[in-house]
């Protein structure tokens, strides 16, 4: 089971870290979507924890940090330099998809119910 949180209004340029406590087991991969209004879902980021690989989709990189403590079950993504475009309902997820598919939705079981973040310009 996944619980997201952190999620909110922000204006441009700001920041926001979301939260997933996770129970149940370990999967292999975490990883982050998400899904603006009239778009279909699409990733954002994961950590794979064979070989603690990171993933980001290209219009994240350098402003964005997915990261995980696995002593609280917990995963995070840091988000910074926040512009309107990021405004979706992101979502965790987990699951063991293979490495060719870890930013495939298809690869993930377990999914969070979703928090919004809406970015102001």
């Known amino acids: 089971q996944l619980q997201a949180s952190g999620g909110g209004l922000v204006q441009a340029g700001g920041s926001l870290r979301l939260t997933c406590a996770a129970s149940?087991?370990?999967?292999?991969?975490y990883g982050w979507f998400r899904q603006a209004p009239g778009k279909a879902r699409e990733f954002v980021a994961a950590?794979?924890?064979?070989?603690?690989?990171?993933y980001y989709t290209d219009s994240v990189k350098g402003r964005f940090t997915i990261s995980r403590d696995k002593f609280k079950s917990l995963l995070y993504l840091g988000m910074n330099s926040l512009k309107p475009e990021d405004t979706a309902v992101y979502y965790c997820?987990?699951?063991?998809?293979?490495?060719?598919?870890?930013?495939?939705?298809?690869?993930?079981?377990?999914w969070g119910q979703g928090t919004l973040v809406t970015v102001s310009s």
């Open positions: 997820a987990a699951g063991n998809p293979i490495l060719s598919s870890v930013g495939a939705s298809e690869g993930y079981r377990v």
């Open positions: 149940g087991g370990t999967f292999g991969s």
């Open positions: 950590i794979r924890l064979s070989g603690n690989r990171i």
